[in-house]
């Protein structure tokens, strides 16, 4: 009973609409309740937990203050399965996997901590599935990350791998070895999050002039970390190092290809510590092996470990195995991160790393879920239209929807916009701490008064003068977009769009859909919208399959088209829908 309502407690708390998460609410006994050692005993609070991997004896001390706690680092699976029956919560790292098997078995329980970033060994989504919370530990490899990067970097540009091996080798050949300054250089961050900002600190610390690129982040923040924002080209050709620092998704995959790399200035030098697909490997081999590129440093590869990888035959390569986040810092600061989110779950505490969302509270249930997968495909659609460079957000609630809790509906929003950003790191809980760091500005403003539709969402982005809008709605619980800036339109969100401006003249839809037709996309559906007869206008056509960006070039060149876009949603947000 009272891990039932400790549990409550943490539903309660997020689900009151503060998406600030200011304050969080507590039985005004809680505390008491702890405290009264000589009335109940402290052992009814001490839940078991299990912890089945490794784990630095900082995080297990830390566990073993608040919880009954089992170290068994060297259980399989079948083990785990058979044990996991008798605990409230398990803390594993990369070792345990924690399938659908080992949650079914865990009729206790409550919450899952993975003492890193990554989530891949845990079925999350059995996990949400039984209301059990998952938790992670983003934050405590950033610096570790940050430092592997930079040493990299100077590896890099005074050949210190090389010249190790030569010096072992018994030689002395020191003019064989002549490295470059960094001094003065030019260093081009690509992904300013907390790992890219960090990296971009201790360079400009070095001497050098810092140019990023990230279309996710704001002017403001940028100049906080000292930065010089530039576009993606002009990265690439004024750079003297390349740094990269974003998640893979598919508007990063291969982002350094043929044609990027045929910008670079001749002579410069790349170092990889994020994820192995942001590169296209057997380009960078070639322009490796040419002397377009003069050096590469790579801590990540497409695959891992990589299997008949050219790149390693490469004397201008520096290859490590994924250190970034090994130090015994970062195993350190992981293990009470995820420790401290273990124990304040299962006491119903406010946690920040939460990557999943326990149900909603009854009452609101059943109101609110039709509009979270709405704002999330606001959030998203309006992030692949105009961008994340954006200094605020601003939600105006209308209708019906203003008398419900608004804080899961915004929530809901900033996932789907951040989603491109930040991958899978954003969720429930971080989602407007995320938002803050990239100096976002979030608003809420509701009314009950509403013209047209008995609810509607209306989401602004400003960056300085420029804005933009959508407006969404909900017409019998299925999600519809009516208005896109001044475009009056009734889209039917699905997973794969292409949204056009054009002219309104006769003979633009024919012109599309033969081209189309051509490359082999099937057209599901269309709506068109316009600001006035004559004017211009919108046209959203939903595609079966996900169009080539050659395909969406080929569009853009038409002479009759101002603008195209390919908008991509989430599959899971129209399953959440149904």
């Avoid at 002395?172 to 300013?192: A, H, M």
């Avoid at 046209?539 to 969406?552: F, I, N, R, T, Y």
Wanted: net charge negative; with cysteine.
């Amino acid at each position: 009973m009272v891990l039932l309502f400790l549990y409550d407690i943490f539903i309660v708390y997020l689900y009151t609409g503060d998406f600030r998460f200011e304050k969080s609410i507590v039985h005004p006994n809680l505390a008491e309740m702890f405290k009264a050692e000589d009335e109940i005993s402290m052992e009814v609070f001490k839940l078991k937990v299990l912890v089945s991997d490794s784990l630095s004896q900082e995080g297990l001390d830390l566990l073993k203050q608040h919880l009954e706690v089992e170290y068994k680092p060297n259980l399989t699976p079948e083990e785990l399965v058979s044990e996991i029956g008798d605990y409230s919560g398990l803390v594993v790292r990369s070792r345990s996997k924690v399938t659908a098997e080992v949650i079914e078995a865990g009729k206790n329980l409550k919450v899952v901590g993975r003492a890193g970033v990554g989530v891949d060994n845990i079925d999350v989504e059995k996990a949400t599935e039984k209301g059990i919370i998952v938790v992670n530990a983003p934050h405590g490899n950033t610096i570790s990350a940050a430092e592997h990067a930079i040493a990299l970097l100077t590896s890099l540009a005074r050949n210190v791998a090389l010249a190790n091996e030569s010096v072992k080798r018994g030689e002395w050949n020191r003019s064989d070895y002549i490295g470059v300054e960094l001094n003065n250089k030019t260093l081009g961050v690509i992904g300013l999050g907390r790992i890219g900002s960090e990296v971009a600190h201790r360079a400009r610390a070095m001497g050098m002039k810092i140019l990023g690129y990230d279309p996710y982040i704001s002017d403001e923040q940028a100049d906080k970390v000292g930065v010089d924002m530039v576009p993606f080209e002009e990265l690439l050709q004024q750079s003297d190092f390349i740094t990269l620092h974003l998640p893979l998704g598919s508007s990063t995959h291969h982002m350094i290809g043929e044609k990027e790399i045929a910008m670079l200035k001749p002579g410069v030098r790349i170092v990889n510590c994020a994820r192995g697909g942001l590169i296209d490997e057997d380009a960078l081999c070639a322009a490796l092996k040419e002397g377009k590129i003069a050096g590469a440093a790579l801590d990540v590869f497409e695959q891992e470990p990589p299997e008949s990888c050219s790149l390693l035959d490469l004397k201008n390569v520096i290859a490590t195995p994924h250190l970034g986040a090994l130090t015994l810092e970062a195993q350190t600061n992981v293990a009470l991160q995820v420790s401290e989110q273990v124990i304040k779950a299962l006491r119903g505490e406010p946690i920040v790393s939460a990557v999943n969302v326990p149900a909603l509270m009854p009452e609101n249930k059943a109101a609110l879920e039709p509009f979270l997968p709405l704002a999330r495909v606001m959030g998203s659609f309006y992030l692949q239209m105009f961008g994340g460079n954006v200094d605020e957000l601003e939600l105006t609630y209308s209708g019906e929807v203003a008398s419900l809790p608004l804080g899961p509906i915004t929530i809901s929003c900033l996932i789907g916009f951040l989603r491109h950003v930040v991958g899978d790191a954003v969720n429930w809980v971080n989602a407007p701490y995320l938002a803050k760091t990239r100096g976002i500005t979030i608003k809420e403003s509701s009314t009950t008064e509403i013209k047209n539709y008995s609810n509607l969402i209306t989401l602004r982005g400003r960056s300085g003068k420029e804005e933009h809008l959508i407006s969404g709605t909900l017409l019998n619980n299925e999600m519809r977009l009516v208005r896109v800036d001044d475009y009056m339109i009734e889209i039917v969100p699905d997973k794969y769009m292409l949204v056009t401006t054009h002219n309104d003249r006769p003979g633009v839809v024919g012109k599309i859909g033969t081209l189309l037709g051509d490359e082999k996309v099937n057209i599901a559906s269309m709506q068109l919208g316009r600001e006035k007869a004559g004017g211009e206008a919108m046209m959203v056509l939903q595609v079966d399959e996900e169009m080539s960006p050659d395909v969406v070039k080929k569009v853009k060149g038409l002479d009759i088209i101002s603008s195209a876009r390919f908008v991509v949603i989430e599959a899971s947000v129209f399953s959440a829908n149904q």
